[in-house]
């Protein structure tokens, strides 16, 4: 058997264990196995495909700079990576959201162009505003049942994967996820009731 053969069926916190020793062939393994699923959270998160890609190499990063602090009892690797990329993720986000938007033409061509293709300033505006709500609601839940919620409709865990990499029982993790998703529609009727109350 080959070292790359036994590399890749060590577990994430073994190949995490060799990367706190510094061996960065563990790490890039853990970065080959969890970079998609970063991304699409990432993704989902910034809505562009740019800066979501620097949210997980940002995430990844401070990864590696904290893999000390890492300890497996607190939880699998996959939700502690999914949970720095998420964190740089809406970073990026708000940070998108509080630079000022200029529409005017730029002469020297520096700027890029608007795509024809994209939706109206109005269209993304309200689209922007909506996944700044669903954040905040996010980050207002119990960290445990926000981290299910993320895992499957940022990262597409099904249930079972997710109590894999949680290491919990499935019907926790449907459990929370019933719980969370049960805050956040009431979150979303309080806010509806008072967005028509205004009109």
Request: hydrophobic fraction near 40%.
């Given at each position: ?92 986000s ?41 954040l ?40 929370r ?19 028509s109350?205004k009109?």
């Amino acid at each position: 058997m080959t070292p790359a053969l036994r590399v890749n069926e060590q577990t994430d916190e073994a190949l995490m264990i060799r990367a706190q020793a510094d061996d960065t062939d563990a790490f890039a393994e853990l970065y080959d196995r969890h970079g998609e699923r970063a991304f699409r959270v990432a993704r989902a998160i910034c809505c562009d495909h740019g800066r979501a890609e620097e949210a997980v190499q940002e995430g990844f990063l401070a990864i590696w700079r904290s893999r000390a602090a890492y300890r497996p009892v607190a939880g699998s690797f996959c939700a502690w990576a999914m949970k720095a990329v998420k964190n740089r993720a809406i970073d990026s986000s708000r940070h998108v959201a509080a630079r000022p938007q200029t529409h005017t033409g730029d002469l020297d061509g520096d700027r890029p162009q608007a795509d024809p293709t994209s939706t109206t300033p109005q269209g993304e505006a309200i689209a922007q505003s909506e996944r700044e709500e669903l954040l905040a609601s996010l980050r207002r839940l119990p960290e445990a049942q926000a981290e299910v919620i993320v895992l499957a409709f940022y990262g597409e865990l099904s249930h079972s994967e997710i109590a894999a990499h949680l290491d919990l029982p499935a019907g926790t993790v449907k459990g929370r996820m019933r719980l969370g998703l049960e805050k956040l529609r009431r979150e979303m009727d309080v806010s509806e009731r008072s967005d028509s109350q205004k009109l």
